[in-house]
């Protein structure tokens, strides 16, 4: 541990507040703030950045992308990577610099290169899935608190291997799941918590359809840009020629580098199930795909594109997830009415349940930017974040295990549940479905 960690740890408050105000960190003396690092600067790295430059919550010292810059990401007219995010970076502190000078950020293309860094305490990781795991353990290795996106991981056994870590070197994490800042969120999951709706019979989410379309059995390899380290982009996924659908945005509907939208939305509604539950750690009992669509044989996009599962927990609560129009949407049925909230709304079976109800938080208070706060504070007091490490394991775990059972519905159809063991994360006296859990992953990162 560096000189500056232990004089930032020796300094950190003890009670960390609850809503984090960004003017609690914008003292400008160097020992108060704290030195980060971005490492994926492409859709939501691009927004994450912003947020935390906005908000004031410390320093970016260095910015990381396998792409040096480009458009092609989730709308045409963006244009990201390290170069954009560097240029960024070095604009927002011309602007807040009393002489005007842009202090510098470093742009990197190699990750270890910024973990090798003593002066950086953090970093954020909104790479895609199949990288989160190799650059968060290597990251607390190197001494580094860690906020990395959701899904946290991208197999079951990912997530043990991210406890261990960040326990065994004693550092902080925060999942990117940023819900659990959302004043709106924490209203209902904690009014279906504290039996405001009695006791919980039901929980359905809903997770959004496919917002991409990618190309059809035979599409052709394209010729690699020369903006992009694909090799390194691949990292520990399988070999595959290069396809523009494969990479920037797109590789979550490929089940070699993320889960399609179950992991992708579903690691926010279906972690809120669980929050409404009371069930921080652990998981269902039960597990059976209901529907699950796919696109033909040899499409790039191989993740289901339309699904409904059902799992079923021991404290007798059901628990169904389907696709939908809204993107995100948890909606708790109790024994005295329901809750329910998404990204169009909140509503209730009665509107007393609503009454204190919060508005909807903006600007440097939005949910995203309240969840890299509150990550910030906890850097510095050295107390668990509002998404540890062992929720967003357990949250993933959820969508990976519904996974297994959507992966194997075509060749099994209805109709087949499957006994999970929460305690030893396997499906119970059921080869086929735990083989569905292992992801390979190629050497040095395997
Ligand atoms: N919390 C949320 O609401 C939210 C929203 C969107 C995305 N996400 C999560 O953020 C992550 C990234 O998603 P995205 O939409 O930004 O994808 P993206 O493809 O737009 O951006 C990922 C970036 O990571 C870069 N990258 C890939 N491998 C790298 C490596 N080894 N080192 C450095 N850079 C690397 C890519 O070049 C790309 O620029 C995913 O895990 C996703 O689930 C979270």
């Known amino acids: 541990m560096n000189t500056r960690?232990?004089?930032?740890?020796?300094?950190a408050v003890?009670?960390?507040?609850?809503?984090?105000?960004?003017?609690?960190?914008?003292d400008d003396s160097p020992s108060n703030r704290i030195n980060v690092a971005f490492i994926g600067t492409g859709n939501q790295g691009m927004g994450m950045l912003r947020r935390f430059l906005n908000a004031e919550l410390g320093n970016v010292l260095a910015v990381c992308d396998v792409n040096e810059g480009s458009y092609g990401y989730k709308e045409p007219d963006h244009f990201y990577g390290a170069t954009p995010a560097k240029q960024l970076v070095e604009a927002n502190n011309a602007k807040r610099s009393k002489s005007g000078?842009?202090?510098?950020?470093?742009?990197?293309?190699?990750?270890?290169e910024v973990l090798q860094r003593d002066d950086i305490d953090a970093v954020v990781i909104v790479v895609p899935d199949h990288w989160h795991r190799v650059i968060t353990v290597m990251a607390l290795e190197a001494g580094k608190d860690v906020y990395c996106e959701k899904p946290l991981t991208?197999?079951?056994?990912?997530?043990?291997?991210?406890?261990?870590?960040?326990?065994?070197?004693?550092?902080?994490?925060q999942t990117g799941s940023h819900e659990r800042s959302n004043p709106i969120s924490q209203f209902v999951c904690e009014a279906a918590k504290a039996g405001k709706i009695g006791k919980l019979t039901k929980i359905i989410t809903k997770v959004g359809y496919n917002?991409?379309?990618?190309?059809?059995?035979?599409?052709?390899?394209?010729?690699?840009?020369k903006n992009l380290d694909y090799r390194?982009?691949?990292?520990?996924?399988?070999?595959?020629?290069?396809?523009?659908?494969?990479?920037?945005?797109?590789?979550?509907?490929?089940?070699?580098?993320?889960?399609?939208q179950i992991t992708n939305f579903g690691a926010h509604c279906n972690d809120m199930a669980h929050w409404g539950m009371g069930l921080d750690t652990g998981g269902p009992t039960e597990v059976e795909c209901l529907d699950a669509k796919f696109l033909p044989e040899g499409s790039l996009f191989n993740t289901a594109t339309e699904t409904r599962f059902r799992c079923k927990y021991a404290n007798g609560v059901e628990l169904l997830c389907e696709s939908g129009e809204e993107q995100v949407q948890t909606r708790f049925e109790g024994t005295d009415g329901w809750l329910q909230t998404g990204y169009r709304g909140t509503t209730a079976s009665d509107p007393n349940l609503l009454e204190g109800l919060p508005e909807k938080t903006k600007g440097v208070n939005d949910p995203h930017s309240s969840h890299l706060a509150n990550f910030i504070d906890c850097v510095k007091s050295r107390s668990e974040p509002r998404a540890p490490v062992e929720v967003g394991h357990a949250s993933a775990v959820l969508c990976h295990i519904a996974n297994a059972m959507i992966r194997l519905f075509p060749q099994t159809g209805p109709g087949r549940v499957a006994k999970w063991d929460a305690a030893s994360e396997q499906f119970v006296g059921?080869?086929?479905?735990?083989r569905m859990l292992v992801r390979e992953q190629r050497d040095p990162f395997a």
């Open 14 to 26: 003890i009670a960390a507040p609850m809503l984090v105000n960004a003017k609690a960190f914008s």
């Open 232 to 260: 390194t982009w691949l990292g520990p996924a399988p070999q595959q020629p290069y396809h523009e659908d494969r990479c920037l945005y797109r590789f979550r509907f490929n089940y070699d580098y993320s889960g399609g």
């Open 154 to 173: 991208f197999s079951v056994a990912d997530g043990r291997v991210m406890i261990d870590a960040v326990r065994k070197n004693d550092r902080i994490l």
């Open 5 to 11: 960690r232990q004089f930032l740890q020796s300094s």
């Open 101 to 112: 000078a842009a202090a510098q950020c470093h742009a990197y293309s190699d990750f270890r």
């Open 211 to 225: 917002n991409k379309v990618g190309p059809g059995p035979g599409w052709m390899p394209m010729p690699v840009p």
């Open 430 to 434: 059921d080869d086929l479905a735990n």
